[in-house]
């Protein structure tokens, strides 16, 4: 099977999800290229186009941004315009075999959606929008929040700034809505977050939407003990803690969440003092915002930039908080699943997928802090023998429903004869 996949970027940041769906499919024999912008990667198999225009655009698309989109609040939007960079003609120049499947990831100021159409036409090959957030069934939003206006047609957009711009997503909604169902194309959703909100989007593609979780090898994240992640990692750690990884990149930022985390511990940390002996929260990264209740052990390991130790910080843990509140994923659901450590989390993206309540973390059954705080107490109250009990039964989830191989498979039966496509 051959795949071409077209990503602003490759593996940096949020094109990783790209990336790692490239690679897995390289894993299992497929003949799998990636087209993008921003090159990070030292893969012979990822193509990079020319930088010059795709910079101009990306300079006038921050200043659009800046100056015409709101930004900030309890509901932040993240609104970004599709536009061309002109590198149509550059990737039919540097990619000459007929794709049995094309996979759009993020593409902003690179290809606009005419271009994909174009694209699709001269390839002759399916088109799927691997959504890994609402943008691509929407104005341009890549979060609605509790705007509903995506599921009509994005009229009146509370994302813009001023009455005269309030009109360009409805403009944008309708071009997106018309190229769609002039190409052979299908929405392919990582979580049920994404398809609850894909299948109430005004916009439909052509081919209907399927289902892919993106895919974690196996052999990359697993169970190990901490010795062993403290020697990759070197972190002090109170001895005897139980660790609990908070899994969140910007403390900052109001999709993540983290405020319920904080005010969680704070209610516990009140009401249940005795349950916060002997733990540690461990965090990555610039934390400076964080401010946890006094008497909780709160460890910090600054940014990894090798991508080869971050395996190991969820070998650190015992347990993993996902607090995200307006989420598609995110994909370290999926990895410390995958390497043996539950998870608490709102039922919020990837988290209805995985976890099941009390077999692979626990779901919290709201989003509200009190209802946080439970799902933490029920970790906090295991004694070790249903701790072990509960890692083992993680892992076990993770090895049925995101292995490399689960999300290969997925996009394999998209190109099948037995597929709705052929």
């Given at each position: 099977?051959k795949?071409?996949h ?7 940041g949020?094109f990783?999800?790209?990336y790692?769906t490239h690679?897995?499919?390289k894993k299992?024999?497929h003949e799998?290229?990636?087209c ?5 990667s ?11 225009k795709r910079k101009?655009?990306?300079?006038f ?5 800046r100056f ?5 609040g309890?509901?932040d ?9 002109f590198?149509?003609?550059e990737?039919f120049k540097?990619?000459r075999?007929?794709?049995d499947l094309?996979i759009?990831?993020f593409?902003?100021d ?6 994909i159409l174009?694209i699709?036409k001269?390839?002759?090959?399916p088109?799927a929008?691997?959504?890994?957030d609402a943008a691509m069934?929407t104005?341009?939003?890549h979060?609605p929040?509790?705007c ?6 994005c009229d009146n ?6 009455p005269e711009?309030i ?5 944008i909604?309708h071009k ?7 190409m052979?194309?299908f929405f392919?959703s ?6 609850d909100?894909?299948?109430s989007?005004?916009?439909k ?6 289902k892919a ?8 994240f697993?169970?190990r003990?901490?010795v062993?992640?403290?020697d990759?990692?070197d972190?002090?750690i ?6 609990i ?6 403390l900052s ?7 319920y985390v904080?005010?969680?511990?704070a209610f ?6 005795n349950?916060?002996?002997g ?5 990555v ?8 209740p ?6 910090n390991i600054?940014f990894?930039h090798d ?10 843990a015992?347990?993993?908080i996902?607090p995200?509140?307006?989420?598609a994923g995110p994909?370290m659901?999926?990895e410390?699943?995958?390497?043996g450590?539950?998870?608490?989390a ?13 077999i ?10 009190k209802?946080l705080?439970?799902s933490?107490?029920?970790?906090l109250?295991l ?6 009990a509960?890692?083992?039964s993680s892992r076990?989830m993770?090895?049925?429903r995101c292995t490399s191989q689960?999300q290969?498979?997925?996009?394999e039966?998209?190109?099948s004869?037995?597929?709705?496509l052929?």
């Amino acid at each position: 099977m051959k795949i071409l996949h077209l990503s602003t970027g490759d593996s940096k940041g949020a094109f990783f999800g790209a990336y790692r769906t490239h690679t897995n499919l390289k894993k299992y024999g497929h003949e799998s290229s990636m087209c993008v912008v921003e090159k990070t990667s030292h893969d012979k198999d990822v193509i990079e186009l020319s930088q010059n225009k795709r910079k101009i655009f990306s300079i006038f698309g921050r200043l659009m941004r800046r100056f015409f989109v709101r930004r900030g609040g309890p509901e932040d939007k993240i609104y970004l315009i599709y536009n061309t960079t002109f590198s149509v003609s550059e990737i039919f120049k540097k990619y000459r075999t007929k794709p049995d499947l094309i996979i759009v990831y993020f593409v902003a100021d690179y290809l606009s959606d005419h271009d994909i159409l174009k694209i699709q036409k001269h390839y002759g090959c399916p088109v799927a929008f691997y959504l890994m957030d609402a943008a691509m069934f929407t104005g341009g939003c890549h979060y609605p929040w509790h705007c509903e206006g995506y599921k009509v047609d994005c009229d009146n957009c509370p994302a813009m700034k001023y009455p005269e711009l309030i009109k360009l997503p409805k403009n944008i909604f309708h071009k997106r809505k018309k190229y769609y169902m002039q190409m052979d194309c299908f929405f392919l959703s990582a979580s049920k977050w994404l398809d609850d909100r894909c299948e109430s989007s005004g916009i439909k593609a052509k081919l209907g939407i399927k289902k892919a979780i993106i895919g974690i090898d196996e052999q990359i994240f697993k169970p190990r003990t901490k010795v062993v992640a403290n020697d990759i990692i070197d972190v002090q750690i109170p001895a005897g803690n139980r660790v609990i990884f908070l899994g969140a990149q910007s403390l900052s930022d109001p999709r993540k969440g983290v405020k319920y985390v904080l005010d969680a511990l704070a209610f516990i940390r009140k009401n249940f003092p005795n349950l916060l002996t002997g733990v540690s929260i461990l965090t990555v990264g610039d934390q400076a915002q964080a401010t946890l209740p006094e008497g909780i052990s709160f460890v910090n390991i600054g940014f990894i930039h090798d991508k080869d130790k971050y395996p190991y910080l969820y070998n650190l843990a015992d347990g993993f908080i996902c607090p995200s509140i307006e989420d598609a994923g995110p994909m370290m659901i999926n990895e410390a699943l995958m390497s043996g450590v539950p998870v608490m989390a709102f039922k919020v993206g990837v988290a209805e997928d995985l976890i099941v309540d009390r077999i692979s973390g626990f779901l919290a059954d709201s989003i509200t802090t009190k209802a946080l705080a439970n799902s933490i107490m029920e970790f906090l109250k295991l004694d070790d023998p249903s701790l072990a009990a509960l890692k083992e039964s993680s892992r076990q989830m993770a090895l049925q429903r995101c292995t490399s191989q689960c999300q290969v498979k997925a996009i394999e039966s998209l190109v099948s004869n037995q597929s709705p496509l052929a």
